[in-house]
RNA sequence: GGGCCCGUAGCGCAGUCUGGCUAGCGCACCGGCCUUUUAAGCCGGGUGUCGAGGGUUCGAAUCCCUCCGGGCCCGCCA
């Protein structure tokens, strides 16, 4: 059994309905690191519906949190010394470095946000600020004020350090400098609390000494208190987080005791993952490592991603790679689609696995008949000479890659076709690219000898007399080259060489096949006119 | 100090939750074939102490314990 259908089952036993939260702080850009989290969130809201639960999944912003860390690309140059101020400052109050967006948060998350659509994640979306500002979360903050001291309990609990006698739960914002982080609050009455502009470990604070009003959004909780908090305001009964989370003694350990002491709430049930590194990096808004869902979009379809995400257990560190293992991805899923139609066949095991990861990887609905695919790796040849569709069609269509097409079957090659086209020139490996010459490349035809040309003037005669298949050019090059008494590499630089200007590249009959006939007829001609 | 993940063929991995067909897949490699294969040829071939040891069991890559090696996370920020 996939592991989101035995958290569904799980959280059946308990309730028809859940709630199954998601998050992240708006630190910078969001990435497939992130992904895992509203993924998941909306994975087991799918698989709970599907075994006759209700379920609702959301996405909360972490964006009333104050900035630790300038975010690339806001680090480089002038823009740093710019944002050098909003240290300290939570996100929300932050101004966007583009006027097309509303601020930081809209700046970075707004992409984000966007794009779930595309890859079938359907989530209400929460801003944490908004929740604040709204006095939502004045009830759990009082509770969580009068009740200071069981909770410094709990924490003092995992703390070497024990937090101060007077330490309140509650990180106010300066009404002077507009940090959060440098504050800290030491009293509280009726809808106010005590605090003093001190400093935070990366940022100094101006001094100041205020009343905030939570009922207001005048500051927020701490983290740790914060996440229960929300548990309750929301009624969260299922939450996927990353791992530095699931730690024992961390934020999910202590947010799980104060829920119940506290907040007199069950915690959710935990789904903790690992994180995604990219090429072996860790992934990092600051340092400006991530690949977004948009750039996901540019080289690959959403399913893809979500097949990434859902193959493996959650708790497996996975690396996307989106050079040359990109193609295996293609590949993998390709084979667990023609698996789920049965046209490969794999162990009984094997199978119901893949059925179901084939399921959870779509959008929605699953298809009902077999979707005709382009194998990648072709698509990467093909992106690089095709001039448009119709002609594009027409070579899918020789080569039995698309058999009597539909207008669906037609988009989705189209559309691997333009992932393919973005793909090669941004992350393929160099000696996957090639380009067409638009005209015959001087110095390389300087460099062919008689015999070549011979060849090559023959091979163009050929061409023009009959039809090949892609295979039987290629034997074709081989008996002409024999023929007229010339090695069989000869020949074939030689077509590289008034082609691409190199002495190698893609197999040369699919690839002669693919370019435009005429075309290649007087370009073969040329060398001996 | 604590937690998690990984260790299976030359490389990359699946299989471990739920013990059971002869331990699989991709790439690489080797051999053969089509009078021929430069980046979609075809056919055949597994090259393995499943990190080590112990235990449970009729049966262990799979469950339990100990250890070794690698990686990540947390250590009072969120």
Redesign the pocket.
């Known amino acids: ?3 989101i259908d ?1 958290v569904a089952k799980t959280l059946l036993k308990q309730s028809k309905t859940h709630v199954i939260a998601s998050g992240i ?1 708006v630190s910078g850009h969001i990435h497939i690191g992130h992904c895992n989290d509203v993924f998941i969130a909306d994975g087991v809201r799918r698989a709970l519906e599907e075994l006759g639960g209700e379920g609702e999944a959301f996405w909360y912003a ?1 964006d009333f ?1 104050p900035m ?1 860390r300038i975010p690339w690309p806001l680090n480089e140059g002038e823009l740093a010394e710019r944002y050098k101020q909003y240290l300290g400052v939570p996100y929300i109050d932050i101004p966007s470095p583009d006027p097309k967006y509303k601020n930081f948060v809209d700046y970075f998350a707004r992409p984000f946000i966007e794009s779930l659509d595309d890859f079938g994640v359907d989530v209400k979306v929460y801003s944490g600020a908004e929740i604040y500002r709204s006095g939502e979360m004045a009830g759990p903050i009082r509770i969580a004020l009068e009740k200071a001291d069981k909770i410094r309990a709990i ?2 609990r ?4 024990s ?1 101060p006698e007077d330490w309140l739960p509650y ?1 106010a914002l300066c009404e002077r400098c507009g940090k959060l ?1 440098t504050t800290r609050s030491y009293s509280w009455h009726d809808n106010y609390v005590s605090y003093r502009c001190e400093e935070s ?1 990366y940022v100094d604070g101006c001094g100041y000494e205020g009343e905030a009003d939570f009922t207001k959004g005048q500051g927020k909780l ?3 208190v ?2 229960p908090a929300r548990w309750k305001l929301l009624g969260v009964t299922c939450e996927p987080f ?10 999910y350990d202590t947010g799980k005791l104060i829920a119940k002491q506290v907040f007199g709430y069950k915690a959710p049930y935990p789904v ?1 993952y ?2 995604v590194s990219l090429k072996g990096m ?1 992934m990092s808004s600051s340092k400006g490592v991530v690949f977004t869902l948009p750039q996901w979009l540019e080289i690959a379809e959403p399913e893809l991603l979500r097949y990434f995400i859902f193959r ?2 959650p ?3 996975k ?1 996307f790679d989106p050079g040359l ?1 990109l193609l ?1 991805l293609y ?1 993998e899923y390709d ?1 667990m689609e023609q698996v789920y139609f049965g046209m490969v066949e794999v ?4 199978k119901e ?1 893949f059925r179901r990861i084939y399921q959870i990887s779509q959008l929605h609905e699953t298809p009902k008949r077999p979707v005709q695919r382009v ?1 990648f ?2 698509a990467a ?1 093909l992106s690089q000479v095709m001039r448009d569709e119709k002609q594009t069609i027409k070579v899918l269509t020789s ?2 890659m698309l058999t009597d097409p539909s207008e669906f079957d037609i988009k989705l090659a189209l559309r691997r076709l333009s992932c393919a086209q973005n793909w090669v020139p941004k992350h393929a490996p160099e ?4 380009k067409v010459a638009e005209t015959l490349p001087a110095e390389a035809a300087r460099r062919l000898t008689q015999k070549q040309k011979q060849g090559l003037t023959q091979l163009a005669a050929d061409i023009s007399s009959r039809d090949f298949t ?2 039987e050019l ?2 074709h090059i ?2 002409l080259a ?1 023929k007229i008494g010339l090695k ?6 030689a077509i ?1 060489l008034v082609l691409l200007g ?10 002669i ?1 693919v370019l435009d006939k005429e075309f290649v007829i007087s370009r073969l001609k040329e060398v001996t006119s």
């Open positions: 059994m996939h592991w035995r702080s972490d949190d630790r924490l003092n995992y703390r070497s350090k937090l990180d982080a470990d701490t983290w740790r914060e996440w990353g791992k530095d989370h699931a730690v024992v003694g961390g934020s903790p690992e994180w860790q493996s257990k708790m497996k560190a690396d293992a295996d590949d084979l162990g009984a095991r094997k696995q194998p790796r072709f040849v080569r039995g000696r996957l690219r090639f892609p295979v290629h034997n081989y008996q024999q069989v590499p000869e020949l074939f630089k590289y190199r002495e190698s590249g893609p197999r040369a009959g699919s690839f096949s």
